[in-house]
């Protein structure tokens, strides 16, 4: 798929977009050509190759996006996917550039994009207990069942983006990277034990790893509701009383990995790049108080 900005310069074209290309081949087409309508327009506007922008070029280009935003002429939906594309470009380039040894210096300032330090929770945020979370995974009836849970309180995925994971789209051990280049799962011995066994219990039932990584009994796409019920039954069979939804499954594991990098004590940057710019949407719903850096 050839790169037409007249601002991508041959070495991107020839030693990065090729990297792309060949990681996204397979079936993976819609997604390559996403990303080359979100870079394309990008360089256009920033006027200069990718490997050589800077904050700058990165502020006033989101200031364009959201601009458009309010003005009407874009979604919040779509600013937010050309955020994260560009992010899970900047980031690629970055591997790829530290994989095949290239003599290029470029600086990632994609992990910037969170700003300053949180200080409280939201009283409005309702979150699951960690008991709760342990009792209602102990329910699953199946791998499967084991692995949707976990993706969604480990992975911090919603259920739309559980829905739509493709075999393609995670690697050996379960990292899913097509969603957003710079984090995968936090990889813990429950998540491997349930990725491992939904794998093996597919591959016996001789079907072939491709596609939509889960489907129904019908042989359909999941989707959302049945994320709910699957959710409901659960609840109800560990006894719960909490009405525990899909979004507080999320937002939970949302919260521990937020929290965890914060007891850590990595900073704004670090974050950037262990959030999608929807889980960094959803903490500023979360948490409260954002201190300025320059205060921090």
Known sequence: MKLRSEYISETFKREIWPCFEEEFSGGRAHSLKNYKN???????????DFLSIT???????YAYLEGRVQAGT???????TYKKNLRALSCAAERFI???????????????????????ISENAWL??????????A?????????????LTEG???????STLTWEGLDEEGHWYRYDECHGFSVSELFLIAWRDYKEEFLEAGQEPKGLLFLNRNKNPINTKGISSLIKRCRR?????????????????????????????????????????????????LYLHFTPEEEA
């Open 38 to 48: 979100t870079l394309e327009p990008f360089c256009n506007f920033v006027q200069k």
């Open 55 to 61: 904050q700058e070029d990165i502020s006033s280009y």
């Open 74 to 80: 874009m979604s919040q939906r779509t600013m937010l």
């Open 98 to 120: 530290k994989e095949k040894q290239l003599p290029i210096i470029y600086n990632n300032y994609f992990h910037n994009s969170v700003q300053g330090d949180v200080r409280s």
């Open 128 to 137: 699951a207990s960690s008991e709760e979370v342990s009792r209602l995974i």
């Open 139 to 151: 329910q699953a009836h199946s791998p499967k069942e084991m692995l949707v849970l976990v993706m």
């Open 156 to 162: 911090a995925l919603t259920a739309s983006q559980i």
């Open 237 to 285: 069979e560990a006894g719960i009383s909490s009405d525990i939804t899909a979004r507080q499954l999320r937002d939970y594991g949302l919260m521990q990995r937020f929290q965890g990098l914060l007891a850590a004590g990595d900073d704004a940057d670090t974050l950037a790049t262990a959030l999608d710019d929807g889980q960094i949407t959803r903490m500023r719903e």
